[in-house]
C-alpha cells in the first residue's frame, strides 16, 4: 500500500513537472533586488505578499 502511494505521489510530480516546461514567462525585474549573475540561465522570482 506504502509503495503503491508513493508510486502514485512520484507519478503525479513527474507529470507536473513535465507540464511546468510548457510555460515560460519573460519577467522583466528592472532594478529589483537580485543575488547571483546576472547572466544566469534561470531566474526564480518569488511573490510574497505581506498582510
Sequence with gaps: MLRRALLLVSF???????????RRYDVPI????????????VT????IDFQ
Design 12 to 22: 503525479l510530480l513527474l507529470s507536473l513537472a513535465a507540464a511546468a516546461e510548457d
Design 44 to 47: 526564480i522570482i518569488e511573490f
Design 30 to 41: 528592472g532594478n529589483a533586488p537580485q543575488r547571483g549573475p546576472a547572466d544566469a540561465p
